[in-house]
Structures are given as structure tokens and as C-alpha cells.
């Protein structure tokens, strides 16, 4: 169980409820060792709050700033310290245990609601250290079945997860091009040469340093290149047809005006003639 604090949840209305959703994940991650050197911080990963929470990875940025803006948690480098509630000396202040995952922030909206403060039950109880607070409130969720339940991360995560693919993967070494790749290219890229854009972005992306260089799906990485591209080779062409337009317009013009100064003279030397004669 994660222990998010009475006093977040009575002023979960200051906030809105996306970001009290994040703020009970960091305080479901938060590390309660008090001779720890990370007490007091959280470090979830994005993924690991969109499991829990819902939310969209995108969005948790934006959810972000609107805790540090009103008070709720502070920064320190890449970890995160949940601070409504939470003595700075580390001490409990009176809270609440709370389940999360998905689906129990998907059903949490009534926290502060007086039609559903009956649905949590409040009562005495020790914790699981034995500590007995009368003020404490236990809010009761049902976890999915057949869901095994996460315990908080309280060791900083390493640099490389288990799962290498989460956070992407340098260039594939060959980076080859399959056939569907070159038929979506002469498709959607017809003005590009597929293979001399394909060798620049190889060696792009190889010379790139550290995490910028990871890529979770490198072919549509390819594909948004050749976009570009393609973008570029369109304007391009339309400056060159306007261009050669323009010159041939100057120049129907340079001939329309000696058409016309030849009629004159042709028109000049009859009136001589008709005069002569």
C-alpha cells in the first residue's frame, strides 16, 4: 500500500484531478527509509506512472508543473519530492493508505465528495508497523483480479531497465531496407532518392551521443525523414516551375512587342508606297 496523506486528499479539490492522480503516485513511490540518501524522494519512471494512473505520457509534463506551481512537490535533479502533507524532517503526518492502479484512479473521483465520503470507511487500525492513529483513514478499492499488485520502487532505477526496449535502441547495424520499406518510399517519397537519404540517415543517427540516440521504432524514424524530404523536393520544384514560368512569360512578351514593332514598319513602308505611286 501507498501512503498518500490526509491532507492531500482534503485539499485534492486546489488541483485537478489528473494531477492528484500523479501526485498519489509519487507518494505510492516515495522512499520511507528514513537512513536511506534518497529519503523522501520519488522516481517513477513515465511508464511506470501510465501503468498505474491512465495517464498519458505526453501529459505528465503539463501535470508536472501544475503540482510544482501550486506547492504540492519539488524537484531535486531527476527526482521528484511529494511535499503536501509530508513534514520536511521526514516525519508521517497523519495519512491515509491507498491502492493504486489503473482502474483505482479511474473510479477515485469522489475523494472530497460528500456523496461518496460514505464510501470510504473510516475507522482505528495499526498499520503495518503497529503505529495507531486514530485520525487515519483507509480507503477501501478493489484491485483487478488476477493483477498482482506493485510495491514501491525505493532504490534508485539503473540506467539501462531490464526491458532495453522501453527506452529504445541505437540504429540497427546493418540499418537495412526491406521491400515494404522501399514501396512505401516510392508511394509516399517519389521525389526523394531513397538510397542516398537512407545512407545520410544511417550515418546521422550513429554519430548521435547517449539517449538522444535511442529510437523506439527506428523504421518510422526512417519514414518521418523521408517526409521531410519529400516536403523539401516538393517546394523546391514548385520554385523552379515558377521560376521557369516567369522567364517563359518574359519572354512571350519580348516577342509580342517585336511582333508588333514589325507590323508597324510593315504598315509604314505601304503608306510610302501608296504615297509614291
Given at each position: 500500500?501507498?501512503?498518500?496523506?490526509?491532507?492531500?486528499?482534503?485539499?485534492?479539490?486546489?488541483i485537478?484531478?489528473?494531477?492528484?492522480?500523479?501526485?498519489?503516485?509519487?507518494?505510492?513511490?516515495?522512499?520511507?527509509?528514513?537512513?536511506?540518501?534518497?529519503?523522501?524522494?520519488?522516481?517513477?519512471?513515465?511508464?511506470?506512472?501510465h501503468?498505474e494512473?491512465?495517464?498519458?505520457?505526453?501529459?505528465?509534463?503539463?501535470?508536472?508543473?501544475?503540482l510544482?506551481?501550486?506547492?504540492?512537490i519539488?524537484?531535486?535533479?531527476?527526482?521528484?519530492?511529494?511535499?503536501?502533507?509530508?513534514?520536511?524532517?521526514?516525519?508521517?503526518?497523519?495519512?491515509?493508505?491507498?491502492?493504486?492502479?489503473?482502474?483505482?484512479?479511474?473510479?477515485?473521483?469522489g475523494f472530497?465528495?460528500?456523496?461518496?465520503?460514505?464510501?470510504?470507511?473510516?475507522?482505528?487500525?495499526?498499520?503495518?508497523?503497529?503505529?495507531?492513529?486514530?485520525?487515519?483513514?483507509?480507503?477501501k478499492?478493489?484491485?483487478?483480479?488476477?493483477?498482482?499488485?506493485k510495491?514501491?520502487?525505493?532504490?534508485?532505477?539503473?540506467?539501462?531497465?531490464?526491458?532495453?526496449?522501453s527506452?529504445?535502441?541505437?540504429?540497427?547495424?546493418?540499418?537495412?531496407?526491406?521491400?515494404?520499406?522501399?514501396?512505401?518510399?516510392?508511394e509516399r517519397?517519389?521525389?526523394?532518392?531513397?538510397?542516398?537519404a537512407?545512407?545520410?540517415?544511417v550515418?546521422?543517427?550513429?554519430?548521435?551521443?547517449?539517449?538522444?540516440?535511442?529510437?523506439?521504432?527506428?523504421?518510422?524514424?526512417?519514414?518521418?525523414?523521408?517526409?521531410?524530404l519529400?516536403?523539401?523536393?516538393?517546394?523546391?520544384?514548385?520554385?523552379?516551375?515558377?521560376?521557369?514560368?516567369?522567364?517563359r512569360?518574359?519572354?512571350?512578351?519580348?516577342?509580342?512587342?517585336?511582333?508588333?514593332?514589325?507590323?508597324?514598319?510593315e504598315?509604314?513602308?505601304r503608306?510610302?508606297?501608296?504615297?509614291t505611286?
Open positions: 500500500m501507498a501512503y498518500v496523506p490526509d491532507e492531500a486528499i482534503d485539499s485534492s479539490h486546489e485537478t484531478h489528473a494531477a492528484f492522480k500523479l501526485y498519489a503516485s509519487y507518494c505510492r513511490h516515495r522512499n520511507n527509509k528514513p537512513e536511506h540518501p534518497h529519503f523522501g524522494l520519488a522516481w517513477p519512471d513515465r511508464d511506470t506512472v501503468d494512473t491512465g495517464i498519458c505520457t505526453t501529459y505528465i509534463s503539463t501535470l508536472k508543473a501544475e510544482l506551481e501550486k506547492g504540492w519539488e524537484t531535486q535533479k531527476s527526482k521528484i519530492r511529494p511535499l503536501k502533507g509530508f513534514r520536511l524532517e521526514g516525519e508521517k503526518s497523519n495519512g491515509s493508505t491507498f491502492k493504486s492502479d489503473s482502474s483505482t484512479f479511474a473510479n477515485s473521483e472530497n465528495n460528500p456523496t461518496t465520503e460514505s464510501n470510504h470507511s473510516t475507522q482505528k487500525s495499526n498499520d503495518s508497523t503497529g503505529e495507531s492513529n486514530g485520525s487515519t483513514r483507509i480507503l478499492v478493489i484491485e483487478p483480479a488476477n493483477e498482482p499488485s510495491e514501491p520502487a525505493n532504490e534508485p532505477p539503473t540506467r539501462a531497465p531490464k526491458n532495453g526496449a527506452r529504445g535502441t541505437r540504429i540497427p547495424d546493418p540499418f537495412l531496407l526491406t521491400q515494404t520499406m522501399r514501396d512505401w518510399a516510392k517519397a517519389p521525389d526523394v532518392d531513397v538510397k542516398e537512407t545512407a545520410e540517415f550515418d546521422y543517427w550513429r554519430g548521435v551521443p547517449g539517449a538522444r540516440g535511442l529510437k523506439l521504432d527506428w523504421e518510422g524514424t526512417w519514414r518521418n525523414r523521408l517526409r521531410v519529400q516536403e523539401k523536393a516538393k517546394a523546391t520544384g514548385s520554385n523552379r516551375q515558377s521560376f521557369a514560368s516567369g522567364r512569360s518574359n519572354v512571350e512578351k519580348s516577342m509580342d512587342a517585336v511582333k508588333e514593332r514589325l507590323a508597324e514598319i504598315e509604314e513602308k503608306c510610302q508606297q501608296i504615297k505611286a
